[in-house]
């Protein structure tokens, strides 16, 4: 049976989250200490360790059939690029910084300044949608420091948390587009590597609905049972049991984690007791 060919970032944080999800998606892979190849035990897939900014052009060539890659590195290198899933870890944005002693108002302050960063193209792209020319200067790493050396009067970085920023004195003023880690596509994938696709895309999304949500079980007196079941907003309807305990019944449902405690509140006020929460390892609808 024919293999499809992944490629993941090579080493650090990234790493980690991408071999996370496949371990999820029950794929073991069979990869020793600093291999660049490995394949999986129980999936038909070859696994490709790569530098992060060499896998968009593998996978235009087509020596890899899928990847999983950051939205920016796509923007800047391959913006083509078919993606088909959203990941949601490995959250970041592209932003323009500029010193604390900056007095920025809007975009227009950076016409005719110069601007360091590692995302030449994406920077070009987005100033000429805005319609301000500026002077920009390739750095690979470390971008962070070129006002601080004179190099340039503000930079074009990826931002996490933002610490980075705070310790070079750089403040955040412009967010360019906000990116996450996605499945990328290779445009020269056939027919039959598209079948093995499939059935990774159902397991990921599997996987990512059961992270993203929590199930919940709780007490409810049969007088109010329709007041908190209006409350829920489950996957189609909630379950509702029989306690032993004459008029209460127990009910059980899924809801959404970003919600959570919203509708906790909710339950809690509508006469709902004994409220149990547990993690969601996989959902499938």
């Known amino acids: 049976m024919k293999n499809i060919r992944i490629a993941i970032q090579k080493s650090g944080r990234l790493n980690e989250d991408y071999i996370r999800i496949l371990k999820e998606c029950g794929i073991s892979i069979d990869n020793g200490k600093d291999q660049l190849k490995a394949s999986a035990k129980n999936f038909p897939m070859e ?36 993606t088909t899933e959203k990941l949601g ?41 805005k319609g301000i020319t500026a002077d920009l200067h390739m750095i690979n790493g470390s971008v962070e420091i070129a006002p601080n050396i004179g190099l340039a009067d503000a930079i074009c970085d990826i931002v996490s948390s933002g610490s980075t920023l705070f310790k070079n004195n750089l403040k ?14 290779s445009p020269q994938l056939d027919e039959e590597t598209r079948k093995i696709l499939d059935d990774l895309k159902f397991r990921i999304k599997a996987v990512l609905r059961g992270r993203n949500s929590k199930y919940i079980l709780m007490n409810a007196p049969d007088n109010k049972l329709q007041d908190i079941i209006k409350i829920l907003p489950g996957m189609r309807s909630p379950t509702v049991l029989p306690l032993a305990e004459k008029g209460w019944s127990s009910v059980h449902t899924v809801i959404n984690k970003d919600k959570f405690w919203e509708v906790i509140n909710e339950l809690k006020n509508a006469g709902a007791e004994g409220i149990l929460v547990c993690p969601i390892e996989k959902m499938v609808l």
Do not use: H
């Open 172 to 185: 955040e003023v412009e967010v360019m587009y906000k990116s996450e880690a996605v499945l990328a596509v």
């Open 47 to 82: 696994v490709f360790y790569l530098r992060n900014g060499d896998i968009p052009q593998y996978l235009i060539d087509g020596v890899v059939d899928i990847a999983i890659i950051g939205e920016n590195v796509l923007l800047e290198k391959a913006s083509n690029i078919e």
């Open 89 to 129: 870890f490995s959250s970041c944005r592209v932003s323009l910084a500029v010193p604390k002693s900056f007095k920025y108002k809007d975009i227009n302050d950076l016409d005719g300044k110069k601007i360091a960063t590692s995302y030449p193209n994406t920077l070009k792209n987005y100033l000429i949608e």
